[in-house]
């Protein structure tokens, strides 16, 4: 009877090993696929923009005419869009984790906040951009302007920079937290010697990540009032703005060819831009985790 039950169970472990085997092929099958794709993309993108990718196509404006059409404003616009967002979602979405994980408890405040940040975090971005244009250009009066933008990207973002912060919160060990309680500190101090700067690393990649997925959007900043052609630079957080997704679409809806090359071109300039931000995410995780000395 025991023999026959040992066959049984060799039988079920090979049928789970042979199906383990089928969906590791399947997986590594789709993501090749994806990445494939990707690659295909990217190279006809850099096909396509590389030639007209020189420094008087980055400082100069948007004309009618794709031999002298720039993308300066658009940087520019990008560049304050997502300095002023990180400023805003930083010291908030981190102190919101903060309070969460060490001050909160699990409370019936605690747990609505929680469950309203899950929510957000997948709420549509279209969405954020009517709930910008409801409460920052027409209530508080800011019109399309850069600030306007930057606030309405902050709320988008804010729920995914409080997810990671907490992750990263929740990963320091506790023994890093009793040890400094037992020595005399108080919680306060505990949390900002100990506990912010053994997360720092997850906090600062989760925020320059959301920031990496704020730099492609498009949908919000065209419902806030963003312009998709402008000719000139914004001077402060209260002139218009376009961003590099709003101008590279404009020239991709235009029928010339032309058009369409200089459009691949702001492409990979985002694309740039992109792979800085990820970039800093990787040096600054490095640089905290050298540090460390737990």
Request: charge should be positive.
């Amino acid at each position: 009877m025991r023999s026959a039950t040992i066959r049984v169970d060799d039988a079920q472990l090979r049928r789970r090993k042979l199906l383990g085997t089928v969906m590791l092929g399947v997986f590594v099958a789709a993501t090749l696929s994806a990445l494939g794709v990707l690659a295909i993309l990217v190279g006809d993108t850099i096909r396509d923009g590389a030639g007209w990718l020189d420094w008087n196509f980055i400082q100069d404006l948007p004309s009618r005419r794709p031999d002298r059409a720039g993308i300066w404003p658009a940087l520019v616009g990008t560049i304050w869009i997502m300095i002023l967002t990180a400023a805003f979602t930083f010291p908030v979405g981190v102190g919101a984790a903060i309070y969460l994980e060490e001050f909160g408890g699990r409370g019936r405040l605690s747990r609505i906040i929680e469950i309203n940040i899950s929510n957000l975090a997948g709420v549509p971005s279209i969405v954020y951009g009517l709930l910008g244009l409801a409460v920052f250009v027409e209530l508080a009066g800011m019109g399309p302007s850069v600030l306007a933008g930057a606030l309405t990207m902050t709320l988008l973002v804010l729920p995914v920079v409080i997810i990671a912060s907490r992750e990263a919160i929740r990963a320091v060990p506790d023994s890093l937290r009793q040890a400094s309680l037992g020595l005399g500190a108080t919680r306060l101090q505990t949390v900002w010697s100990h506990v912010l700067p053994a997360a720092m690393p997850g906090i600062l990649t989760g925020t320059i990540l959301a920031l990496s997925r704020a730099i492609g959007e498009t949908a919000p900043l065209i419902v806030v009032g963003a312009a998709t052609y402008i000719t000139f630079t914004p001077d402060g957080p209260g002139d218009r703005f376009t961003v590099l997704p709003m101008q590279i679409f404009d020239w991709i809806s235009r029928p010339q060819a032309d058009f369409h090359a200089i459009a691949a071109a702001g492409i990979i300039v985002l694309l740039i831009l992109l792979l800085t931000m990820n970039l800093a995410a990787i040096m600054l995780r490095n640089y905290f985790r050298k540090n460390q000395n737990w």
